[in-house]
């Protein structure tokens, strides 16, 4: 049965990682400004344009002045997100029971959190599809943003050296 606490380590790391990116996510709601990317996880609004229309204009990070009474009202279905993260510890708990020994191996326990994170999966890349080249925008906006930044400092610490 090696094989079976094996497998539960590895998806329990799995979830543990989706479990991660969920909670970084859940961090934006105590930002001033929520970058675009978290407010489509957070909101499920896809298209740069509508979450326009929703929040207002964006600066030049593709930031958004929100509060979180704005995201919580444009995503009506928290107990659905929460519920899934929710769930997602209890399959992490049930999985390290398992290698732990705490359980006995359980193969429809690991065949169930393999479909859980398969589904998952499936349907945000289907939504990130659909709005890939705004993403891949953004990221690349915000390299050369950072760039930019990085060699300004670089200048005025070069300059401040040369008094």
């Not at 606490?5 to 991660?20: C, D, G």
């Not at 400004?33 to 996880?41: F, G, Q």
């Not at 499920?44 to 009474?69: C, M, S, V």
């Not at 429809?108 to 859980?116: C, E, N, Q, T």
């Amino acid at each position: 049965m090696y094989l079976v606490e094996t497998a539960a380590f590895i998806l329990a790391i799995i979830l543990l990682h989706s479990l991660l990116g969920k909670f970084g996510v859940l961090r934006a709601f105590f930002d001033k400004k929520v970058h675009a990317i978290a407010l489509r996880e957070l909101t499920a609004i896809n298209r740069r344009e509508d979450l326009i229309a929703r929040f207002g204009p964006h600066d030049e990070a593709y930031r958004f002045n929100t509060t979180f009474g704005h995201i919580l009202a444009a995503r009506p279905w928290w107990r659905w997100i929460i519920g899934n993260i929710v769930l997602e510890m209890a399959l992490i708990y049930a999985l390290l029971s398992v290698v732990f020994g705490n359980i006995a191996a359980n193969i429809p326990l690991i065949v169930g959190a393999a479909l859980y994170y398969a589904i998952m999966h499936f349907l945000i890349i289907r939504h990130f599809k659909a709005v890939r080249p705004e993403v891949e925008e953004e990221f690349a906006h915000g390299e050369q943003l950072r760039r930019d930044r990085l060699d300004r400092l670089a200048k005025e610490r070069d300059e401040h050296e040369k008094k």
